[in-house]
């Protein structure tokens, strides 16, 4: 079982083996979900358009969650890379604790 149909990637359900990229693409459904603030579908054309990188525009986190739902698993970027990208936003924004922003 590789979890909620809602946040896996196609490649697993085509029986490919598992890749970190996969859990990359799950980690970008989940932060859109936040992003949105409302579930995310677990079938039919919108789950489809998910996974086919047809996206809702989403400002600012675009460049982020974008390339976590690429269609091609090589494509997505690693962990590191999001978070220095996130660090680099936030300097950027001249933010010195993003946890000052989460509700708490």
């Known amino acids: 079982n590789e979890g909620d149909t809602v946040y896996v990637a196609m490649e697993l359900l085509r029986n ?3 890749h970190p990229s ?6 970008g459904l989940l932060l859109l979900r936040i992003i949105l603030g409302e579930e995310l ?3 039919g054309p919108a789950w ?5 990188g047809r996206i ?10 974008g390339p976590l739902l690429s269609v091609d698993p090589m494509e997505r970027p690693a962990a590191s890379h999001i978070l220095f990208q ?8 001249k933010i010195d604790n993003l946890l000052e922003f989460l509700p708490g």
Do not use: G, T, W, Y
């Open 16 to 18: 490919a083996s598992a």
């Open 41 to 43: 579908p677990n079938s």
């Open 48 to 52: 489809h358009n998910l996974r086919e």
């Open 86 to 93: 996130s660090q680099a936003r936030c300097k950027q924004m």
């Open 56 to 65: 809702p525009p989403i400002p600012f986190f675009s460049n982020i969650v």
């Open 22 to 27: 996969a859990d990359m693409f799950s980690f």
